[in-house]
């Protein structure tokens, strides 16, 4: 036997019983970007390295040491996406949906990026993410949060999860406190790591967002942005509060929140929980009005989140035993007999087109009565079908109900429709 090839370190496979969590979490999301009127987008997965590089900024984690980035056979450079934002604004710009025009959108995706995998810290991981263009509001930013506040509750998250707040003001706020952070980290040059005396040059807004411990400390005592906001964006944040408020969503104003990524001004905020160890962030997002002008389109308002399915998942199976979602089969169809066998397949296929919502299994590859029962459990059928060569001839099939103590009752064509019938409309 040749050897197994095996798949790529984080690159994970979601299987079965895995991606009825998946399927439960995205229902509800497709279910609310509709309620709240944002449309799919699908952007590639693969872009040219210089969308990122131009977007997220030369001098961030993931640009610097992140991207899986490689030369196709024309020697051009081309990055698997590490975030969705990029694509997406590469795309409405493209497609001219932004101009003179606002828009509300929603994706999903995998996104790459080389990291050490870790518990909610994957190479492929996948985000959904929503952004809103062309609303400079608070409005917006609000409905964002409540947004994600809604899933939470859907998906019976009611405890466990922090709303953290920020904001990050206008280009020009940012930059006289940049001078104030660069003069105090530079008070502090030596209890700097590494890689914060780098970014002290480059980006010193991001040594703000180190993990690492030695520089916590440090962090601590920087003087913060709040103190220098200007009046709009303090007045931005002021109202968005107060939607938050009045719509009963608690939340954390953080003064040492800021972005990985270079784009976003004004908003930022997070959802963070203690029970995922480091990897806590579960959903980050804010407003980069910036970006679009920085891709080429007209100055455009921008705003919008990303969440970690993986992350999400996890914090939702220390608390759910199960999904709710009944993906099990109504029925399980038993073949006994040649007569049965050979009509199996067709009988099985009227029933779908009979009744559309109906889930049913076919049982194939023959066995005894025993076995074929047995599998009807372990699929976690609600009742078995047995069709044998009597009940070919006579137009009939047996019917057993197996989740109580019910007799098997022979049902002709249109009494077993009306008990299928039946079964489909008590589950909701
Ligand atoms: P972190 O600080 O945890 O590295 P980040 O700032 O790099 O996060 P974003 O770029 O803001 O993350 O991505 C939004 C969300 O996507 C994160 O809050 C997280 O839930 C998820 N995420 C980011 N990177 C990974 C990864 N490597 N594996 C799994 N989920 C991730
Ligand atoms: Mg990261």
């Not at 998946?22 to 210089?50: C, D, F, H, M």
């Not at 906001?229 to 944040?237: K, Y």
Request: proline fraction near 4%; hydrophobic fraction near 35%.
């Amino acid at each position: 036997m040749s050897q197994k090839i095996q798949a790529i370190r984080g690159m994970n496979d979601i299987l079965p019983e895995q991606s009825i969590w998946w399927q439960w979490v995205e229902e509800n999301i497709i279910a609310l970007a509709s309620a709240y009127g944002y449309q799919e987008i699908r952007p590639p997965v693969v872009e040219k390295t210089e969308l990122f590089k131009r977007s997220i900024g030369e001098v961030t984690d993931i640009v610097e040491k992140e991207m899986y980035t490689f030369e196709d056979r024309n020697g051009d450079s081309l990055t698997l996406r590490p975030e969705g934002t990029a694509g997406c604004v590469r795309a409405v710009l493209e497609g001219g949906l932004i101009h003179n025009q606002s828009q509300r959108l929603w994706y999903r995706g995998p996104m790459f990026r080389h990291e050490r995998p870790q518990q909610g810290r994957y190479r492929q991981f996948y985000q959904l993410g929503m952004e809103a263009f062309g609303f400079a509001g608070p409005d917006i930013d609000a409905e964002l949060i409540l947004i994600t506040a809604n899933l939470w509750q859907r998906l019976g998250l009611t405890s466990g999860v922090t709303l953290q707040l920020n904001s990050l003001g206008d280009p020009e706020s940012r930059a006289r406190y940049r001078e104030q952070l660069v003069a105090y980290y530079q008070s502090h040059h030596a209890a700097l790591d590494d890689d914060s005396r780098r970014r002290l040059e480059s980006n010193p807004l991001r040594i703000l967002d180190s993990k690492n411990r030695q520089m916590v400390e440090i962090n601590r005592n920087a003087p913060q942005f709040f103190d220098h906001l200007d009046h709009g964006s303090r007045e931005h944040f002021d109202q968005l509060c107060r939607h938050l408020e009045r719509c009963g969503i608690a939340y954390e104003i953080n003064p040492r929140l800021v972005r990985g990524l270079d784009y976003y001004s004004k908003t930022v905020f997070e959802w963070v929980t203690d029970r995922l160890g480091a990897q806590g962030t579960i959903c980050a997002g804010g407003r980069y009005d910036g970006l679009i002008p920085q891709l080429g389109g007209r100055e455009s308002a921008a705003v919008g989140f990303a969440l970690g399915m993986e992350r999400l998942i996890l914090l939702l199976q220390q608390t759910e035993e199960a999904p709710p979602l009944a993906r099990s089969p109504h029925a399980y169809l038993l073949l006994l007999g040649d007569a049965a066998q050979q009509q199996g397949v067709a009988i099985a296929e009227k029933l779908r087109q009979q009744l559309p919502r109906l889930r049913l299994t076919l049982h194939c590859g023959g066995g005894s009565l025993k076995s074929q029962f047995k599998q009807a459990d372990r699929r976690g059928a609600e009742v078995a079908l047995i069709l044998g060569d009597d009940e070919v001839a006579s137009a009939t099939i047996g019917f057993k109900p197996l989740r109580e103590r019910r007799e098997q009752q022979q049902l002709t064509m249109s009494q077993l429709h009306s008990q299928l019938q039946q079964l489909i409309e008590g589950e909701k």
